[in-house]
């Protein structure tokens, strides 16, 4: 029986790239989305075509490059944008307008100086204008998270009605706690007339380090749309990260939830990003992070090297990392050397391991990390450089 498909909405390009100092140019962007395509997301938001020449010119380049994904374009819920939108749009072989407009008490009150009733009129005429251009039209209801449950019921049941063919839900402050956020999407699957004609998307920020946590809580409850980003970069302390999501529903069989990514992509794609945006992926980042397979500890680095799976639930190559480091570290065991100087070419005995063990002690003393060079200094001071494994 196979297992049942969340959608990857990536938005790399567009929340991502809101990052101060992270700005790509198009040819960058055209390079990330043919990688994106390549890694098997189902929608790129590819930017927001409205606010700058350069995005909208981005979006159109992306429309007609993008071979399988949808390709995603942001607007308000304003006319000029969605025109826009649609325009930009208009080579892509599957385009979606994203459209939307706050519901929280907090944005109707301060940003929008409206009432509800005016933010749900506002809401279906945005819906309604966009569904004249194209049949996929998504609506966000921006600041879900915090929107009384019953009153995003009634817009959701609203923009439905009026053509919306995904609601995203998002989280904008990264302030729910998973179990509220999953509620939430309980709630409106089963209290939403019509729930049935549209996709229930995720869209989480990361302000408490709960992005992940709520996107999973979410798919568990109804949603199969995860919106998210490449190493988790986005706005403030970042969005839901796309290779913890996808890694984590495979990892958990018992979901009976997967995507269509090609997991194998996942580190040299996070590379890329980093790279391209000048955006380093902190160490001990999930997944992709330099110390995600990296191993320092005596006890943990013999318990890797005689079963990789003693303190790692996923193989390495499964993300395309070549494979595990053993890192030796004055914390570092015999088991560890020994692993390692075989690496380098020496097979050691019992008695020589103890003697280069003491030796590699007084290195890792005054070093944070003792590298191959530094093995073979070692052998040398043992008087065992001429030892070399067959």
Same mark, same amino acid.
């Given at each position: 029986?196979?297992?049942?498909?969340?959608?990857?909405?990536?938005?790399?390009?567009?929340?991502?790239?809101?990052?101060?100092?992270?700005?790509? @140019?198009?040819?960058?962007?055209?390079?990330?989305? *043919?990688?994106?395509?390549?890694? !098997?997301?189902?929608?790129?938001? +590819?930017?927001?075509?409205?606010?700058?020449?350069?995005?909208?010119?981005? %979006?159109?380049?992306?429309?007609?490059?993008?071979? @399988?994904?949808?390709?995603?374009?942001?607007? *308000? &819920?304003?006319?000029?944008?969605?025109?826009?939108?649609?325009?930009?749009?208009?080579?892509?072989?599957?385009?979606?307008?994203?459209?939307?407009?706050?519901?929280?008490?907090? =944005?109707?009150?301060?940003?929008?100086? &409206?009432?509800?009733?005016?933010?749900?009129? *506002?809401?279906?005429?945005? /819906?309604?204008?966009?569904?004249?251009? %194209?049949?996929?039209?998504?609506?966000?209801?921006?600041?879900?998270?915090?929107?009384?449950?019953?009153?995003?019921?009634? %817009?959701?049941?609203?923009?439905?009605?009026?053509?919306?063919? /995904?609601? @995203?839900?998002?989280?904008?402050?990264?302030?729910?706690?998973?179990?509220?956020?999953?509620?939430?999407?309980?709630?409106? *699957?089963?209290?939403?007339?019509?729930?049935?004609?549209?996709?229930?998307?995720?869209?989480? =920020?990361?302000?408490?380090?709960?992005?992940? +946590?709520?996107?999973?809580?979410?798919?568990?409850?109804?949603?199969?749309?995860?919106?998210?980003?490449?190493?988790?970069? !986005?706005? $403030?302390? !970042?969005?839901?990260?796309?290779?913890?999501? /996808?890694?984590?529903?495979?990892?958990?069989?018992?979901?009976?939830?997967?995507?269509?990514?090609?997991?194998?992509?996942?580190?040299?794609?996070?590379?890329?990003?980093?790279?391209?945006?000048?955006?380093?992926?902190?160490?001990?980042?999930?997944?992709?992070?330099?110390?995600?397979?990296?191993?320092?500890?005596?006890?943990?680095?013999?318990? %890797?090297?005689?079963?990789?799976?003693?303190?790692?639930?996923?193989?390495? +190559?499964? /993300?395309?990392?070549?494979?595990?480091?053993?890192?030796?570290?004055?914390?570092?065991? $015999?088991?560890?050397? +020994?692993?390692?100087?075989?690496?380098?070419?020496?097979?050691?005995?019992?008695?020589?391991?103890?003697?280069?063990?003491?030796?590699?002690?007084?290195?890792?003393?005054?070093?944070?990390?003792?590298?191959?060079?530094?093995?073979?200094?070692?052998?040398?001071?043992?008087?065992? !450089?001429?030892?070399?494994?067959?």
């Amino acid at each position: 029986m196979s297992k049942e498909k969340v959608q990857i909405f990536d938005t790399t390009l567009r929340d991502g790239e809101q990052v101060p100092g992270c700005k790509l @140019n198009t040819d960058q962007k055209l390079v990330i989305a *043919r990688r994106l395509d390549e890694l !098997g997301v189902d929608v790129i938001e +590819a930017g927001f075509p409205i606010s700058s020449p350069g995005d909208f010119t981005s %979006v159109v380049e992306i429309a007609k490059i993008v071979k @399988n994904a949808t390709v995603c374009g942001l607007t *308000r &819920a304003v006319k000029k944008d969605i025109e826009v939108a649609a325009e930009a749009l208009q080579y892509a072989r599957k385009p979606r307008i994203h459209t939307g407009i706050g519901t929280s008490d907090s =944005h109707i009150t301060h940003k929008f100086r &409206a009432t509800r009733e005016e933010i749900v009129e *506002r809401a279906v005429t945005a /819906v309604s204008y966009a569904r004249t251009f %194209v049949d996929d039209v998504e609506f966000y209801a921006e600041d879900a998270g915090r929107t009384d449950n019953e009153f995003l019921a009634r %817009v959701c049941e609203a923009v439905i009605e009026a053509g919306a063919t /995904v609601l @995203n839900i998002p989280d904008t402050t990264g302030y729910c706690l998973p179990e509220e956020y999953g509620a939430k999407i309980k709630y409106l *699957r089963d209290n939403v007339k019509g729930i049935e004609k549209a996709v229930l998307s995720c869209h989480c =920020h990361n302000d408490l380090g709960l992005a992940t +946590a709520n996107s999973i809580s979410g798919v568990v409850n109804g949603a199969r749309q995860i919106e998210c980003t490449i190493n988790g970069i !986005g706005e $403030r302390a !970042g969005n839901t990260s796309l290779e913890e999501v /996808v890694m984590i529903l495979r990892q958990h069989p018992a979901l009976d939830l997967d995507t269509n990514i090609n997991s194998r992509l996942l580190y040299s794609t996070s590379k890329m990003v980093s790279e391209s945006m000048g955006m380093p992926v902190q160490p001990n980042k999930a997944i992709v992070g330099a110390n995600a397979f990296a191993h320092s500890s005596g006890i943990h680095q013999d318990g %890797v090297i005689k079963n990789r799976e003693t303190y790692e639930i996923i193989d390495p +190559a499964d /993300v395309g990392v070549t494979e595990s480091a053993i890192v030796l570290t004055a914390r570092s065991g $015999r088991a560890a050397l +020994a692993y390692r100087a075989k690496k380098v070419g020496y097979e050691l005995t019992k008695l020589q391991l103890d003697d280069v063990y003491r030796e590699f002690l007084k290195f890792a003393d005054v070093k944070k990390e003792v590298l191959d060079d530094d093995i073979h200094e070692i052998m040398q001071v043992c008087k065992l !450089g001429e030892i070399r494994a067959v």
